[in-house]
């Protein structure tokens, strides 16, 4: 990352690759060729990030997390069993299936200052996918750094706002994203698609809210998206492929993701 502070080492994400996957010989098709030309998801990055950021007095607010964390069953258990306290905040109903979970709060982000009976004090926030629908970005993330001790973390990860299929969700009508997003992921549920604002969606926007909130950024990264057509093996040889000549040549690959690290400033330095 661009940042000292929160190094992702090749040799964490493998180790973090071959955990959730098995030894190389026995993975599928996509993870050998993703092994192959050294690809990893947004999502192992960030996945790699939090295991190396959860500490047994880690006390972490999941935000928007719904019915998981991550896509991993191991690592949720294996971070949640690790941590002292973790809870999960979603508005919907989905939260409800959430097993992993020491605690769950049912409420907008921005309502939790209101609910006068939580008092928890976090050292760590994470947000995976969940601020391109956050609507009032100052309002919610004053609401963080309410909650955060002086020098806690927010993590999020979050489509850049200029990738190809954000700039179509952005064209779509909030009422016809289930429609484009079953196209690209069919075997996802209509329950889980929300309306987005992307106003947290570029390194700019980030930095200028995140630090009207009291907040520093300490790490940062652009990742590659090379997943579009991962259920097809030979569109998706070509699609990873290309993700490895741009990096080859150091161009921002078109489809990326945020990958950002934000510290609480201390009460004195804030002020």
Known sequence: MNSNEFEVTENQIRRMFEDSYGPIDVQGWHPRLRWLYNYFTPDEWYQTLIDNLVTS???????????????????????????????????????????????????????????????????????????????????????????????????????????????????????????????????????????????????HDLRCHFNTAGFDEVGFLMLPDCGLFHRYKFLSRIEIGAGALFRKFRFRYPESNILGVYKKRNESAAN
């Open 57 to 203: 007095e880690c006390v972490w607010l999941d935000v928007g997390g719904g019915k998981s964390v991550f896509h991993n069953p191991g690592l949720e258990t294996k971070l949640s069993s690790q941590c002292k306290k973790l809870v999960s905040l979603d508005p919907s109903d989905n939260i409800q299936e959430n097993d992993v979970v020491h605690e769950r709060l049912q409420c907008m982000i921005e309502d939790l200052d209101n609910k006068t009976e939580h008092h928890e004090r976090y050292s760590l926030a994470t947000l995976r996918m969940v601020a391109e629908h956050i609507e009032e970005p100052d309002e919610a993330l004053s609401t963080l750094s309410k909650i955060l001790i002086p020098g806690g973390h927010v993590v999020l990860l979050t489509p850049w706002k200029y990738s190809p299929n954000t700039l179509v969700s952005r064209i779509v009508p909030d009422s016809l994203h289930w429609i484009f997003t079953r196209l690209l992921t069919p075997d996802r549920l209509e329950e889980d698609v929300f309306p987005t604002a992307y106003r947290l969606n570029t390194r």
